[in-house]
């Protein structure tokens, strides 16, 4: 039997998701399923490909919603999780139990767990650490900037590499370590210590990059990294660096897309009627309350840069 996992791609929250998942699936459902993965990155064209949901089964865990009929379990917390109102629709009228989304979690990961435990029996708690760390993670539950930024945990020097390495195929082959082994084992293997290096001096210059980029004004940090291969960089380096800041947009871009990131600083209290996933949307884009995206095509660069501008000047008044 082939169980097709889809997963929110480089990101350590949609990893972990797809491991919690596929071990509840083994232990309590199937335990002679093979497990094919394919990570999913938000674009600005249809996310699911026509042939994406080939297995017998088919999940999607930490992402967007789909129709399809193929689709057998799904699991998301995003707040902007359906692409369309009748994507919405379809989810509130399916009965399977098997569809789930809950977006008070802060995340998918630990939404996967309690449902599992509580609706199908799976012990969850070998894997403590791991979804204690995708809640922190994900839901910016660090002590301090300085903490986010200074990666000496385990859990953050494996999200570095699960956010910032090239390797299409790297998570892929992560995840059934990760529903195994224990953090500190996971950081050893010789797949995740080949990236680790090259990555932790690329994000010791991202910070040096955009400590020069920065234009700080009104309490909203914009910044425009486009043109360096910077995708991927760690969320928390603007907030490091302008610890008043209240929000951030910055503008990036990989060979796949051009891309808005507008957050919010998680050691400020933040006004309760602004909804960042709210306003992303607006342009096409989503996310969470508190910290969401816009993805445009790769060769919008131009356009990009006008609706993060437009985003900064909305944010700074
Ligand atoms: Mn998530």
């Given at each position: ?17 797809a ?6 699936y083994r ?34 865990v ?10 057998t379990?799904?699991f998301?917390?995003?707040q902007?999780a ?7 629709d379809?989810?509130?009228?399916d ?12 995340s ?41 930024v200074g ?7 494996l ?9 299409p ?29 090259p990555?932790l ?11 020069e ?28 660096l302008?610890?008043d ?23 400020k209290?933040i ?14 884009g ?17 356009r ?14």
């Open positions: 039997m082939k169980l097709r996992v889809c997963f929110h791609d480089k990101c350590f929250d949609g990893a972990c998701s491991a919690v998942f596929s071990r509840f232990e309590r459902l199937n335990s002679g399923v093979e497990f094919h993965y394919t990570g999913m990155t938000h674009k600005a064209s249809k996310p699911f490909e026509d042939g994406t949901f080939d297995g017998d089964e088919n999940a999607i930490d992402f967007k919603y789909s129709s399809s009929p193929a689709l379990w799904w998301d917390h995003h902007s359906f692409l369309t109102p009748q994507d919405a379809n989810f509130r009228q009965h399977s139990g098997k569809k789930f989304y809950d977006p008070t979690y802060k998918c990961t630990k939404f996967v767990a309690t449902i599992a435990s509580e609706k199908f029996g799976f012990d969850a708690k070998p894997l403590a650490e791991l979804i204690q760390w995708a809640d922190i993670i994900d839901g910016a539950q660090f002590a301090s900037a300085e903490v986010a990666l000496a945990e385990p859990a953050m020097k999200g570095l590499v699960i956010e910032a390495a090239p390797d195929y790297l998570v892929p082959k992560l995840i059934p370590n990760l529903a195994v082994l224990p953090l500190r084992e996971i950081i050893e293997l010789p797949l995740v210590k080949t990236y680790f290096g990555l001096e690329r994000h010791r210059r991202s910070i040096d990059i955009l400590r980029r920065i234009d700080f004004r009104d309490g909203v940090i914009y910044f425009d990294v486009s043109d360096l291969d910077l995708e991927g960089y760690n969320k928390f380096v603007p907030y490091y302008y610890p800041a209240l929000y951030s947009v910055g503008v990036s871009a990989s060979p796949a897309r051009a891309k808005i990131s507008v957050g919010s600083n998680p050691w209290e006004p309760a009627d602004v909804n960042l996933a709210a306003l992303c949307e607006k342009y096409g989503g996310g969470h309350a508190k910290v969401a995206a816009i993805s445009l095509g790769p060769g919008d660069v131009v990009t840069r006008q609706v993060a501008k437009e985003i900064t000047t909305l944010l700074r008044h």
